[in-house]
T-cell receptor, first 112, second 114 residues
Framework: AQSVSQHNHHVILSEAASLELGCNYS??????LFWYVQYPGQHLQLLLK??????LVKGIKGFEAEFIKSKFSFNLRKPSVQWSDTAEYFC??????????FGKGTHLIIQP | NAGVTQTPKFRVLKTGQSMTLLCAQD?????MYWYRQDPGMGLRLIHY???????AKGEVPDGYNVSRLKKQNFLLGLESAAPSQTSVYFC?????????????FGQGTRLTVV
């Protein structure tokens, strides 16, 4: 079974700092990769997804992620964070109909 | 267009009580899922369904049952609630077809078992 590892459980940054959240997955075959965000008290929203093609994918709110197959990684990046980016971020993989496998999440706090 | 709707949004149960959580989607999706979210654990799959009349176990199925009698509804039942089932429950649906796979989530149900 596939698994997803998110390296940072808690990250604290100042506004305008650059962000990179690590995500590694364990499955060696074809996967679909996702980053979801959960703002306080809200449900999960899709930030971006990778299925195939260009390994650098752009999502909403200025986020992007790079799929590096050789490293089994799908790291999330944003060049300049804002206070409103405070949230929990989840990396997830999917191989088929049996749903998404999520990482344990990274709690991001942006200090003004 | 409501998307994925969960009922109820909040519930407090006493140990041993039973209840059913309802998930309804209006997007004609084949696949539906129930997850639980616990601090530091991410989201873990409880049960899922790939179509009307079908269900399958996920990562943490014990203590839960599900039914998919209608394509648009996916019910999660707790037979005899335990404090360990205190959690936030999320339902999700997904259309079939690799090119469009992404999950749509409901707003969540916060369940407390005392």
């Amino acid at each position: 079974a596939q698994s997803v590892s998110q390296h940072n459980h808690h990250v604290i940054l100042s506004e305008a700092a650059s962000l990179e959240l690590g995500c590694n997955y364990s499955y060696g075959g074809t996967v679909n990769l996702f980053w979801y965000v959960q703002y306080p008290g809200q449900h999960l929203q899709l930030l971006l997804k990778y299925f195939s093609g260009d390994p650098l994918v752009k999502g909403i709110k200025g986020f992007e992620a790079e799929f590096i197959k050789s490293k089994f990684s799908f790291n999330l990046r944003k060049p300049s964070v804002q206070w409103s980016d405070t949230a929990e971020y989840f990396c997830a993989v999917n191989m088929g109909a049996d749903g998404l496998t999520f990482g344990k999440g990274t709690h991001l706090i942006i200090q003004p | 267009n409501a998307g994925v709707t969960q009922t109820p949004k909040f519930r407090v149960l006493k140990t041993g009580q039973s209840m059913t959580l309802l998930c309804a989607q209006d997007m004609n999706h084949e696949y539906m899922y129930w997850y639980r979210q616990d601090p530091g654990m991410g989201l873990r799959l409880i049960h899922y369904s790939v179509g009307e009349g079908t269900t399958a176990k996920g990562e943490v199925p014990d203590g839960y049952n599900v039914s998919r009698l209608k394509k648009q509804n996916f019910l999660l039942g707790l037979e005899s609630a335990a404090p360990s089932q205190t959690s936030v429950y999320f339902c999700a649906s997904m259309p079939p077809g690799a090119a469009t796979w992404r999950a749509f989530f409901g707003q969540g149900t916060r369940l407390t078992v005392v």
